[in-house]
Nanobody, 123 residues
Framework: QVRLVESGGGLVQPGGSLRLSCAASGSIFSIYVWEWYRQAPGKQRELVATIASESSTNYQDSVKGRFTISRDNAKNTVYLQMNSLKPEDTAVYYC?????????????????WGQGTQVTVSS
């Protein structure tokens, strides 16, 4: 059973920083693409950042220069360093992983999601 578990959310003042982590566990062969999404109240879930297996990255325009996505392949973990946080960054943040896994001796590939972690930016 593959699981993604996020951590690192919380309450921070505008201009502050947080570092989110998302660790994948289970019978995982490899993780191709990690992504961070966020969903603010009353809004659709939106893609924030992507990191591919060769560590190329992409960011939503509103977070460029403030957020950094990185991955530790040995730990099956992805990080999102968030600096210069703004109130509009307030949302539930979700990680997702496009990965290859083993289930009942059969290899498969799926996108898995974490449970979400709340980030609140407020004074």
């Amino acid at each position: 059973q593959v699981r993604l578990v996020e951590s690192g959310g919380g309450l921070v003042q505008p201009g502050g920083s947080l570092r989110l982590s998302c660790a994948a566990s289970g019978s995982i062969f490899s993780i191709y693409v990690w992504e961070w999404y966020r969903q603010a109240p009353g809004k659709q879930r939106e893609l924030v950042a992507t990191i591919a297996s060769e560590s190329s990255t992409n960011y939503q325009d509103s977070v460029k220069g403030r957020f950094t996505i990185s991955r530790d392949n040995a730990k099956n973990t992805v990080y999102l360093q968030m600096n210069s946080l703004k109130p509009e960054d307030t949302a539930v943040y979700y990680c997702s992983a496009d990965l290859k896994f083993l289930r009942a001796e059969v290899a498969g590939r799926e996108i898995f999601w974490g449970q979400g972690t709340q980030v609140t930016v407020s004074s």
